[in-house]
């Protein structure tokens, strides 16, 4: 599992530009990096976020969800969560199909 993290971080480092990523980092804590990036796409880069969301099949009605039934105060964590949760999945998927 912590492969599928760290690979997770990797993808997500290259998508948002983010620093170095450290080698102890959890699911958690992904999420938490990636809030407030998350939170300033929503304000100022809406269309990227929307395509990153897409990239990384998060599903149409998971977003709308998020988008119009969340609070606005706990959107951005709850998107991170989301990302950071289909790319985990997308990430084990692949790896489970692998040696087939």
């Known amino acids: 599992m912590k492969d ?3 690979a997770s971080a ?16 959890n699911e ?19 269309e990227r976020l ?4 897409y990239r990384i099949d998060l599903g149409e009605q998971k977003l709308k969800k998020i988008l119009y ?15 950071v949760g289909r790319q985990i999945q997308k990430l084990e998927i692949r790896q489970k199909y692998k040696g087939l």
């Open 10 to 25: 990797a993808y997500f480092k290259k998508e948002f530009e983010l620093p170095e990523i450290r080698e102890n980092l």
């Open 69 to 83: 039934e969340s609070d606005p105060d706990s959107m951005a964590e709850e998107l991170a969560s989301a990302l």
């Open 28 to 46: 958690e804590q992904l999420i938490k990096l990636l809030s407030p990036i998350i939170k300033r796409m929503l304000d100022r880069d809406f």
């Open 4 to 6: 599928i993290i760290l």
């Open 50 to 53: 929307l395509g990153l969301c």
